[in-house]
């Protein structure tokens, strides 16, 4: 059973950075596509940026060019690098990972592409 340990969380001004970790255990495949998504109070949940199995990165509109999603795989480790925080980057955020067998080429911002989630942290920027 894989297991997904998220840190990093907080409260920011805007303009802000704050970075988001998510640690992995419990493996069962060899490789892992990972995504970050988030959801609002009152909003539906959205992927704001994934990684594919083999390293390739895909992002929301919303969020390109401000955050950074990364993996380290030495460390078993996901990151997402948020910049330039704005208010309505404020939401509960989620990182999610599934099985090679499973990825999509690219990176997959689609919630449903993923079994594996952690267990969210919240990110408040005020104005």
């Known amino acids: 059973q894989v297991q997904l340990v998220e840190s990093g969380g907080g409260s920011v001004q805007a303009g802000g950075s704050l970075r988001l970790s998510c640690a992995a255990c419990?493996?069962?495949?060899?490789?892992?596509?990972m995504g970050w998504f988030r959801q609002a109070p009152g909003k539906e949940r959205e992927g704001v940026a994934a990684t594919d199995s083999d390293g390739s990165t895909t992002y929301a509109d919303s969020v390109k060019g401000r955050f950074t999603i990364s993996k380290d795989s030495a460390k078993n480790t996901l990151y997402l690098q948020m910049n330039k925080l704005k208010p309505e980057d404020t939401a509960m955020y989620y990182c999610?990972?599934?099985?090679?067998?499973?990825?999509?080429?690219?990176?997959?911002?689609?919630?449903?592409?993923?079994?594996?989630w952690s267990q969210g942290t919240q990110v408040t920027v005020s104005s």
């Open positions: 419990g493996y069962i495949y060899r490789r892992y596509c």
């Open positions: 999610a990972a599934e099985g090679e067998n499973f990825c999509f080429p690219g990176g997959s911002l689609e919630g449903a592409d993923f079994r594996y």
